[in-house]
């Protein structure tokens, strides 16, 4: 089966770190475009962090900037969110998303109205003292 799949979610304390997982089963993620996004109930989805796949160019919301930054091992067909100095603010569910089409604007792949190929089934991130 052809999908996204979503690990590490969890309850932190502000100032806290978490890593985020977002694996692909069914193929691989080496030529794939990839977007972090988050939603809190009763918002609109936010893309925090968006990374082409042709040039590693990086678009981060001002809201993360400094604090959230994304990894991929192609071997683990797997990329990653690290989210430092986490704060109650952060507190939403997070997803992950993969497109494979050419990219033009790294900061439109974080626009909502971006249409990506695959979406992961979201994880809840709460920070909390």
């Known amino acids: 089966q052809v999908q996204l799949v979503q690990s590490g979610g969890g309850l932190v304390q502000p100032g806290g770190s978490l890593k985020l997982s977002c694996a692909a089963s069914?193929?691989?993620?080496?030529?794939?475009?990839i977007g972090w996004f988050r939603q809190v109930p009763g918002k609109g989805r936010e893309g925090v962090l968006c990374?082409?796949?042709?040039?590693?160019?990086?678009y981060y919301a001002d809201s993360v900037k400094g604090r959230f930054t994304t990894s991929r091992d192609n071997a683990k067909r797997t990329v990653y969110l690290q989210m430092n100095s986490l704060k109650p603010e952060d507190t939403a569910v997070y997803y992950c998303?993969?497109?494979?089409?050419?990219?033009?604007?790294?900061?439109?792949?974080?626009?909502?109205?971006?249409?990506?190929?695959?979406w992961g089934q979201g994880t809840q991130v709460t920070v909390s003292s």
């Open positions: 990374v082409s796949a042709s040039d590693g160019s990086t």
């Open positions: 069914g193929f691989t993620l080496d030529y794939y475009s």
């Open positions: 998303a993969a497109d494979l089409a050419v990219v033009t604007s790294v900061q439109a792949m974080c626009s909502t109205r971006y249409e990506y190929d695959y």
